[in-house]
């Protein structure tokens, strides 16, 4: 079949204002600067069967092209429906656009292994797959999905703030992020000053982390005044344990992109798969343990910092554009017409 349509499903789970929301808008936003029509269907919120029946009907119009369907999106009903909605329809082709994978992000045990079947199941009935990283990709296809798949490498950002150059390099770090899981920072020691952003916040942080208020997605950037970023998830200091810091080995969070956008250098865990494209772009540092981040930070020359700053900037204008996207997403396209 000749790709002629490019469609992208939008549709939003939720109206709070959070990192995972604004990804979602991000990706229709810089898909339709790339031509992709949004075709918008309803919520579960006007009832089970009329959102079923309406959404049936308008995915079964859709002539000769190829639809973007984000995943993780909607209740399991929904989403179960919109794939098969879609693939019904033989004039369309059907891509999943990876957030995350929820049986390895909160069911990563042999207790959840039909679950885990059941979710590489539903995603093998795509055409085509965006994987985040290389992790994501090779653990697509050692639990068995035969599809073309190319890797995103970083979320794009869109932000109407300047990218900003740091004067002079202090040694300063800044985390943002839900602070209710974000369990290490209790137990973090250090002398490096850290600003902290988010919701839900302890009632008291020990010096030298200072919590510095919320702020939605866009308004964020903008108070983003330290030199290093922080990506780091879980329970302890040492490595990045627990339910979340393990996912890090095959996610890419939405802070990293926010970090890098706003034209700071990160620092990452080093086992973590964004790390691969710290390491690639040479954006950040990463590191192992985080009790290890004085040491760290007082090692950075003026001179390293500035070339880290260099090219950070080069990499922000590409994601304020929508490049990884786009780029992920045409490759994928030109795979699937080859077959």
């Excluded at 020990?206 to 997605?217: A, R, V």
Aim: charge should be positive; charged fraction near 25%; proline fraction near 4%.
């Amino acid at each position: 079949m000749i790709i002629i349509n490019k469609y992208v499903l939008e549709w939003h789970d939720s109206e709070k204002n959070t990192g995972g929301i604004k990804a979602k808008q991000d990706v229709i936003t810089f898909l339709k600067k790339d031509g992709f029509i949004p075709v918008r269907v309803p919520s579960s919120k006007i009832g089970k069967i009329w959102s079923s029946l309406l959404s049936r009907f308008i995915l079964a119009k859709l002539k000769n092209g190829v639809i973007v369907i984000q995943y993780p999106s909607g209740k399991p009903f929904l989403r179960k429906l919109w794939l098969e909605a879609a693939c019904k329809n033989k004039k369309l082709k059907v891509i999943l656009l990876i957030h995350d994978l929820e049986t390895i992000r909160f069911f990563n045990d042999s207790k959840h292994l039909e679950k885990r079947k059941e979710e590489f199941n539903f995603l093998s009935k795509a055409d085509g797959l965006i994987a985040l990283n290389t992790k994501m990709k090779s653990l697509l296809e050692n639990e068995g999905i035969n599809k073309p798949i190319t890797v995103l490498e970083a979320w794009d950002y869109e932000s109407k703030s300047r990218i900003v150059k740091k004067s002079k390099y202090s040694g300063t770090l800044c985390y943002a992020g839900n602070l209710h899981k974000s369990l290490f920072l209790s137990k973090l020691k250090c002398k490096t000053t850290v600003q902290v952003f988010g919701p839900n916040p302890e009632t008291s942080f020990q010096k030298p982390i200072e919590y510095m208020g919320q702020y939605s997605p866009q308004e964020l950037p903008n108070h983003l005044n330290a030199n290093f970023g922080l990506v780091w998830d879980g329970v302890s200091t040492e490595t990045c344990e627990g339910t979340y810091g393990q996912y890090l080995r095959f996610n890419d969070p939405h802070k990293f992109s926010l970090y890098i956008s706003s034209g700071m250098p990160v620092i990452v865990w080093d086992k973590a798969a964004i790390a691969e494209f710290v390491k690639r772009y040479n954006v950040g540092l990463t590191i192992s343990n985080l009790n290890n981040i004085d040491k760290l930070i007082e090692s950075v020359s003026s001179q390293q910092y500035e070339a880290l700053q260099k090219n950070v900037t080069r990499i922000a204008k590409k994601m304020r554009k929508g490049y990884y996207l786009i780029t992920a997403v045409n490759k994928l396209i030109i795979k699937m017409n080859q077959i």
